[in-house]
């Protein structure tokens, strides 16, 4: 599609008229109108502010003449997947597992490589070749090409450091030290949990990275520990296997 049909789109499934998105992003309706017609294109700052308001990203507005990927962990980019910054624009250089609220999350390769192995082996691509193919590839990526200059690890491997110290702090019976954090997507963890009065409720967003772990119980049995944490809080919670029968510990506001 092209740029013209897809503002078109985007604004009738919104239900707007072309004079309320004039007004929203600082524009007259006669522009509106002459996109549509083809006549012109947004400029790079209106398509910020359309991008925003749709919520799809420049590259999905100017007709996805890019194969967008995430120049930190190679993953293929579409809108459902793309980092945002602070203020809610696109970042359409990582995906959000990589680079979530103007925050690198990985500055290790092999952590990373830890990561993306395990979702990636199966019956037809092993761990091994999983992983030598991460190590060929990463290294041709902008975000470790440019590694030493981006800034920041120290400061956010202060601040993993301060929550698992936190979480140790919290001296939970069963739950193993915690000597390390991973970058963990919402909708992977956001579990149900029932509360004392039989409702049911998450804690957790799916379209948000935490740091967290799963750990075995000191105990044993088929229970693990989770644990997920942001600026705001700790959990904690217990589970069996694939997340099933999950409990709430604790839920600990920073």
């Known amino acids: 599609m092209d740029t013209k049909d897809i503002i078109l ?31 012109t294109t947004p400029n790079t700052e209106t398509l910020k502010l ?14 996805s003449p890019r194969e967008l990927i995430c120049q930190c962990c190679g993953m293929p980019l579409e809108d459902s997947n793309i980092s945002k910054e602070k203020d809610g624009i696109f970042n359409e250089e990582y995906c959000k597992w990589c680079y979530a609220d103007g ?24 761990s091994e070749q999983a992983r030598e193919y991460m190590k060929n590839m990463l290294p041709k990526l902008d975000y470790w090409k440019k590694y030493k200059y981006l800034g920041g690890a120290e400061k956010f491997e202060e601040f993993k450091q301060q929550l698992i110290k936190e979480f140790n702090n919290l001296h939970i019976e069963g739950m193993p030290k ?24 998450k804690f957790l967003d799916d379209n948000a990275t935490y740091l967290g772990n799963q750990l075995e119980c000191e105990f044993g ?21 694939n997340g099933e029968n999950p409990e709430l510990v604790i839920y600990k506001k920073r």
């Open 9 to 39: 789109e985007l604004r009738t499934k919104k239900g707007m008229s072309q004079d309320e998105l004039a007004e929203k992003i600082f524009v007259t309706r006669q522009a509106v109108s002459r996109w549509e017609n083809g006549e």
């Open 50 to 63: 359309l991008s925003k308001l749709f919520d799809v990203s420049i590259n999905t507005l100017l007709g």
């Open 103 to 126: 925050e690198y999350m990985y500055h290790d390769m092999d952590e990373l490589i830890d990561v993306c192995i395990h979702n990636m082996a199966n019956e037809q691509f092993s």
């Open 178 to 201: 915690v000597e390390k954090l991973n970058a963990l997507v919402g909708g992977y963890i956001n579990l149900e949990y029932r509360l004392p009065n039989g409702q049911t409720a």
């Open 221 to 241: 049995g088929e229970r693990c520990f989770g644990i997920a944490a942001n600026m705001d809080f700790l959990l904690v919670c217990t589970y069996e296997e």
